[in-house]
């Protein structure tokens, strides 16, 4: 996913831990390390809202978009010791 969640960087700067972050903007830490880790399909407003408040940050700060690596053939190239013959 080219969408960079960097919750973590920002509460690495703010010397905040996971739980304690959770509690103020009102979600499980589950679901904050759903989000936190990229596993997430969507966010929403009122919820990037309180962790732009509670963090002291910008959306940007939090979410970055990256382009996808290019794919280098996707495959698995056995070596020598391992073509069948």
């Not at 509460?11 to 009102?26: D, S």
């Not at 929403?44 to 309180?50: D, K, S, W």
């Not at 002291?56 to 978009?65: A, S, V």
Request: contains cysteine.
């Amino acid at each position: 996913m080219p969408i960079i969640v960097d919750i973590d960087v920002m509460l690495a700067r703010r010397k905040m831990p996971v739980g304690t972050l959770a509690e103020q903007i009102g979600i499980t830490p589950a679901n904050l390390a759903v989000l936190k880790n990229g596993r997430a399909k969507a966010v929403r407003f009122t919820t990037l809202e309180a962790l732009c408040e509670v963090l002291e940050c910008q959306p940007g700060d939090l979410l970055r978009w990256e382009a996808d690596k290019p794919d280098d053939g996707g495959g698995f190239e056995p070596n020598e010791a391992h073509r069948e013959k």
